[in-house]
Each structure stands twice: as C-alpha cells, then as structure tokens.
C-alpha cells in the first residue's frame, strides 16, 4: 500500500541575528525555501539508535523523579510518578526520539540551535493505533520545541485530533454494582482489566477453590470486550469496579500548570545537544493524565478514585494475598501499594514475555514473582524493589489450556477460511499472531509476510489473527486483491490460540502466541524488522529469525522440508511449561499464607554465577 501521509509541517533554517534558529513551518511553504529544511515526516524516518534512545529516557525520567515525584500523592501516599510512571515513560520517550532524529539530520548537527514552535499546534497529539481503547500519546514537533524552552502563548496543550477523541463514558450496564463494603471476606484479592489478564488469573483461582479456597476478582476493564467471564462455582466472587470510577478525569492537584520558571533554570535534563526544561514536561505529563484512557492508561482522577474503592474493598476482604499479572503498569502499581499497606502479600504472575530493551518500565514491586522460564530469572532479579522478593520459576497458567487443544479441529477451522478443502486451496498454512501496532507498521510487517509466502516453494496461504484488544477495520488495508497468497481473517473471538495448532506455521513479532507455539512444537517465524522489538526466541533457537521476506521463504522451505523438535531445554528457557502452572502458583499462595512471609529469606540482587544452577524439573523458587 503506497504511503499517503502528509507531514503538515516542516523545519527550515532561519536566523536571529547571528544566532541559527530552526522554525515549524507549513509543509507547503518549503517548495520555496532555499535555506535548509526537511519535512517532519522524514525527519522522523531517520534511524536512531535504541540503546541510545533507552538510556536518554532513563535519564530523564531519573531527573523528573528527583524535580517532580512528590508534589502529588494519592491519599494512600503513593507519587504520581510511581503510579503513572509507564505512560509518562512512553511519552518521554516519544520526545527523546525525536530529539535524537532532529541531531540525526546533518543540517541540525552542523548548525545546532532554538527550534521554534508553529503557533496554535497542541503540544501533545496522538499516533496511529489499531488498538480499540489503548491511546499511543506522543509528544507533537511544537511539544518538542516547547519543552526545550520555546514560548507557546496560543498553543492549546492537546492536538485538534486529541481534543475531539470522545470521552469515555461510564458503562451503564454496571450501573448498580455492589459496594466494596459488602463483599465477604476471602483469602485472595486477584485484579484483571483485559481478558488476557483474566484468563492469566483464572486458572489460578480456579485451583485455589479446589483447594477449598474462596477468592475476591476484581474486574477494571473499562473495554467491555475485555472484561472477566462469570468464574464458575461460588468460591470465587467476581467483583467490577464501578467504570465511572475508571473513566474519570480531571486536572491533576499539585503539578505545577501554569507556573513556570521563566528560564526553566530550576530544573534541566541533557539529551545529547538538547537541554529540556523539567517544568514544561511536569506540564506535559500533568496535561497527559487530566484525560481518562480507561482502565490501560487512568487519568490521575481516576486513580485516586479506585485508590479509594479499592482499599474499601480489601478492608472489607481482608485478604492474605493480592494476586496480580502486572504490577508495573498504572492500575497494577497501585494495587501493589495499596496491599502492602494492607499488610497483604503480593504475588505477581509474568503475564508476557520480558525482553529487557522492550519492558515499558523495568521494575517489579510485588514480594512473590513468578517467572515463565529459566531466561527470566535474569532480568527479575535486576528488576525486582521489593527488599524480600522471592522469584519462582513456575510458567504460565494462561498456557495450561494447551494441552486440551484440539489440533484437527483447528485445522479444518484454518482450511474452512482458506478454502483449502477445494482443489484451489493451498496445502499449508501459516497464522500471523497479530498485535495492535499502528496500521502504517502493520502493512509494513505484512508485505514481508505476503512476499515470502508468494515466493515459498508449495501453495502457502495466511491466516491473520487479530489481537483481542484489535479494531477490525485495520485488516481491510492489509488483504491483497490478487488473492496471491490467499489471505483470510480469523474471527477475533478465536483469536491466535484457537487457530495456531492447526497451522503448518506462525509468524510473530513480540506476540505471547509465539511461545505458545514453541511449546505446541509448531515452527515460528520470529519477523525481525529494523525497529521491531521481538520476543526473542530465535536466540533461543526455538525460531527462525526472519528480517526481509527472503527470509521468510527460506523459513518456510525448511518448514516444508521438515525440521527437528524443538528441545526441551531450548522451551525451558523460554517458557517451564508441563500444563500444571496453575496449580503450582495455586500451592505457592497456600504455602505462604500457611507458613507467613517472614520466614524466607530475601533475594541476593546480583548473586555471583546468577546464570549457573537455574531449575530444572518441575519449577523451583530462586532466592
């Protein structure tokens, strides 16, 4: 699909004085410059280097810790930085990259200088996402010039397109819900806010009202696609939060928003050439959380309010664990403060994979954290705040539900949408395990895929399977009128997990799907694309690395030629899969409750040979 998009403006070299000064200015207005200048489109397209990108970000966000983190708190005493620190992080790092692009043009890095900003632009704006609910924030061209001093009088805060994006209403249909008051007591407290969340926790509780042991599921999701199946039995009480608690939205009490030191000379971070006022991105970051996101990116407001609901609730539960499958983003680090302060213990199940350059903000607060394999006993070390934290390498529940799937069922599902039971049909197939990327990267990733199929020896056909939290409307774009592979959409209900065991392959970037296929012995394509972030499975040889559509051919020739299994180390260190992660997690919370939490002994940070002696067999805990 050729790229249609229009920059809207461009950066010209102007001078004031003697001094080099770079303006924003209407695309159109450089077909008739002769001064240097470049469209913010392809200044955007410039390579910058991500290990570079990761550790400006870092900086910064130490250096805002230091200026801002204490001037808001929920009354439950936890910063705002703590608790939005991941969209904050995102959004910083939106700015960090086209800080680094802008020094990346060689007409900035040979004449450095002030960028002035277009008047009336926002100064915060959204990116293109295929995702239903989730808001990719960015920081606009005059946000950037903004933030490294520029005055913005006519310049309101959001983008025209951020400004018009409908508010999120509260859900009628949870129009009375029952107060957190009047819930009864259980043992765990588990929260949720999307169905991959669910079906992470579930199995869990399911295992514990075997056991005789009664649950509390709190359900935050605001989509209402993603929210909590009624649990089966009554040992497990489904709980949602009322969604005007989750959708509300307000200003932010204690950042600063119209105050400013004039010359930002209380509070700077250096990226590269570029010098960034603290106070304009405590702005930035303020004006980000008055609006509510839903349950995946809560305005401030919001966390207050289920702050509040939540610590009724775990008054009236009493609970010894709160069991959680994210404790970093807004909702989880909340809900980890919120039972310490109860004196609960926390337990956090890995629900993705970690790969380190990928984690949004890499921190664990839980006191129990449950890893997927061997490879992430690493990285949860590092990552880990908690001063008793214990890490357990146990798999993942969501994964148990494997091993009843049903492989020719599946199969004839893949070749009922393909027409593959005609004589036109093609004889393999492979399932891309979609994820809601922008559409611009999506098409990008499938052109790969399309080619090397077109090319692969045999008759290949694709199945796409969109993402649970996927709009759509996004595949419409990406399905070729030549029917050259033929291409068709699974239903979103299926999803990848109910398709994947029928395919003669799958195709992943950084999709959980991709090691449910390693686990399944089904091959996998691990698409490596400049700028992608995989899971990193082909350095675990459980995948083939494909970066060009070349590859993908040859991937898929060795897939018709037939390959070795996968060998269980190699899965091991991916995923420490046996199809009864549930019911060990389950025994972990009994055995703590049991035993109490002051008698283990706390986790060494950086243990000598941290790599040597990982478990084998049937899960252990690392301490």
């Known amino acids: 699909m050729s790229n249609s998009k229009r920059s809207a403006l461009g950066l010209v070299r102007t001078s004031v004085g003697e001094q080099t000064v770079w303006a924003l200015v209407g695309e159109a207005s450089l077909r008739h410059m002769t001064a240097a200048c470049i469209t913010t489109l392809d200044l955007e397209a410039l390579p910058v280097d991500r290990t570079e990108v990761d550790r400006h970000v870092a900086d910064v966000m130490s250096a805002l810790e230091t200026y801002s983190s204490r001037r808001a708190e929920t009354p439950g005493g936890a910063s705002w930085l703590y608790v939005q620190h991941v969209p904050v992080r995102r959004l910083i790092a939106q700015l960090v990259r086209k800080l680094l692009a802008l020094s990346a043009w060689p007409e900035f890095a040979a004449a450095p200088g002030p960028v002035t900003l277009a008047p009336y632009e926002g100064l915060l704006g959204l990116r293109d996402s295929s995702s239903r609910e989730y808001r990719a924030y960015t920081v606009t061209w005059s946000g950037v010039a903004y933030a490294l001093g520029a005055l913005a009088p006519h310049n309101p805060v959001r983008s025209a397109r951020l400004r018009k994006l409908t508010t999120l209403h509260p859900d009628s249909r949870l129009a009375g819900t029952p107060t957190p008051s009047a819930v ?10 999307s169905s991959r969340h669910a079906q992470t926790l579930l199995p869990v509780l399911e295992e514990l009202a075997g056991e005789g042991r009664s649950s509390v ?19 497990i009480t489904l709980c949602p939060v009322p969604s005007e608690a989750v959708t509300a939205s307000g200003t932010v009490p204690g950042l600063r928003l119209d105050t400013e030191e004039p010359d930002g000379a209380d509070g700077t971070a250096q990226v590269g050439v570029h010098t960034v006022r603290l106070d304009r991105l405590e ?15 809560p305005s401030w407001r919001a966390v207050v309010r289920v702050e509040e609901w939540l610590q009724e609730l775990l008054d009236a ?9 994210n404790d970093t983003s807004p909702l989880g680090a909340l809900a980890a403060h919120a039972a310490e302060r109860h004196g609960a213990t926390t337990v956090n199940v890995q ?10 903000w890499p921190a664990l607060h839980s006191r129990h954290i449950v890893v997927m394999g061997d490879r992430d006993v ?7 705040r908690h001063p008793k934290a214990e890490i357990h390498v146990l798999g993942q529940p969501r994964f148990d539900a494997l091993a009843g799937l049903g492989r020719e069922a599946q199969r004839r599902y893949l070749q009922k949408l393909l027409g593959a039971d005609s004589e036109r049909g093609p004889e393999r197939i492979a399932v891309w395990a979609c994820q809601p990327f922008g559409p ?32 759509g409307h996004v595949f419409d774009h990406l399905l070729r009128g030549d029917g050259k592979p033929p291409v068709a959409v699974a239903d979103p209900r299926v999803g990848a997990r109910g398709c994947l065991a029928g395919a003669d392959a799958v195709v992943s970037v950084s999709s959980t799907c991709g090691i449910e296929a390693v686990l399944l012995d089904v091959p996998v394509l691990e698409l490596d694309r400049p700028g992608d972030r995989t ?29 070795a299994r996968v060998p269980r180390e190699a899965r091991d260190a991916v995923c420490h899969w046996r199809g009864h992660s549930a019911p060990d997690i389950a025994h972990l919370i009994i055995r703590q409750a049991e035993v109490g939490i002051s008698h283990t002994d706390p986790i060494e940070h950086h243990p000598a040979g941290a790599e040597s002696g990982l478990p084998r067999g049937e899960g252990a805990t690392i301490r």
């Open 440 to 471: 611009e990267r999506l098409q990008a990733q499938a052109d790969i895929i399309l080619d090397g199929l077109k090319a692969a020896q045999g008759h290949w056909g694709l199945v796409i399977a969109p993402h649970p939290a996927q709009g």
């Open 217 to 235: 599921l709190v359900d935050l999701a605001t989509d209402p696609v993603e929210r909590c199946p009624a649990p089966a039995g009554g040992s």
């Open 378 to 384: 690493a990285p949860a070390r590092s990552w880990v």
């Open 283 to 297: 702005r930035l970051a303020a004006a980000l959380l008055e609006g509510g996101g839903g349950c995946t990116q």
């Open 351 to 360: 629900h993705g994979a970690w790969i380190p350059e990928s984690v949004a």
């Open 535 to 563: 899971l990193g499975l082909a350095g675990h040889a459980v995948a083939h690395r494909c970066r060009t559509a070349a590859d993908v051919t040859d991937a898929l020739d060795l897939v018709s030629r037939g390959r």
């Open 317 to 325: 539960v009493r609970p010894h664990t709160v069991l959680l499958s």
């Open 184 to 193: 009864s007591a259980a043992e765990v407290v588990a929260l949720s806010w």
